[in-house]
């Protein structure tokens, strides 16, 4: 069940249902690592369980650099894309003064 917030602060309340799909996985050297993604895409929480596993070892630094950072640039390019393309379409309100209101 997805909750949601008037304004963000205010009291919670049930907005609907959502799919959600869960991995864990155990890789050779006993790391565990465990995944919740919205959707039905096994690969996609299999490939995230496999991430979080991959962060409880050695080589966390190089995933973070070969994996997150990359897949957190493009969320941002996204963000970007987004933000512009709303900017795009923003009016700009203005009133002129009328000769009563002087």
């Known amino acids: 069940m997805v909750q949601g917030r008037f304004g963000g602060t205010g009291a919670a309340f049930n907005l609907g249902e959502m799919t959600v799909t869960r991995c864990s996985v155990r890789l050779a050297d006993g790391a565990v690592g465990h995944a919740w993604v919205q959707g039905r895409d096994k690969g996609h929480a299999v490939r995230a369980a496999v991430v979080d596993a991959l962060m409880q070892t050695g080589s ?32 700009e309100f203005f009133t002129m003064v009328r000769g009563e209101d002087q």
């Open 60 to 91: 966390a630094a190089e995933v973070a650099d070969r994996i997150l950072a990359p897949l957190a640039a493009e969320a941002q390019a996204e963000r970007a894309r987004r933000t512009q393309k709303a900017a795009e379409t923003k009016v």
